[in-house]
């Protein structure tokens, strides 16, 4: 029986380009609500080959290791008194969110030239709070949509890629003296 071990290491390459942009929007159209929006592209790449023990690990204009190409976000915030129901000095906010990111690749060596990749993540979450000036108690869900894709490749056979925590509902309360 013959058992390898695997040793990780980071490569450098002579330079990559390429051009991006990033985009952020935030917009108030009143004191008590919020909406934000931010977008991603890039096309970074290899400009040679990069080799590692004679193997071409990246050949040129392949995609950097685990950059997504896509990325965007939206958030949504809206606060309001709850005095018109009786109940004085709190305040109730619901806020929800949105991220996208593109799949990612993965090279590496495990024996012979290895290519992992993830999956398209949308992952979204919403919560509702009342708030006081000492507490807040916040109803929430992450990962809304229960989303079970990969957040990023593999790093082997002996490495399951990271996944996202399933749907999660829960309370929050929080005091500051």
Known sequence: ISVGIGVAGVIN???????????NLTFQPSERLNFGLSV???????DSD???L????????????QSPEYTAGVTAEYMFP?????????????????????????RFLFGT?????????????????????????????????NEDGRVEPATGAFSPPARLRPRTIGLQVSFEY
């Not at 979204?124 to 807040?136: F, G, K, L, M, R």
Request: proline letters at 0%; charged letters at 20%.
């Open 113 to 145: 030239l290895q290519t992992t990749e993830s999956d398209e993540i949308l992952h979204a979450n919403i919560n509702v709070s009342v708030e006081s000036d000492q507490w807040t108690t916040s109803l929430f869900v992450n990962n809304l949509a």
């Open 54 to 65: 004679g193997t071409v690990l990246f050949e040129k204009g392949n995609r950097l290791n």
């Open 50 to 52: 990069v080799l590692e």
């Open 82 to 106: 709850l005095d018109s129901f009786g109940l004085d000095n709190l305040t109730g906010r619901i806020s929800a969110s949105a991220n996208y990111s593109s799949e990612q690749v993965r």
């Open 40 to 46: 991603g592209w890039n096309d970074l790449t290899f």
């Open 13 to 23: 390459s002579e330079s990559v380009s390429g051009m991006g942009i990033d985009a």
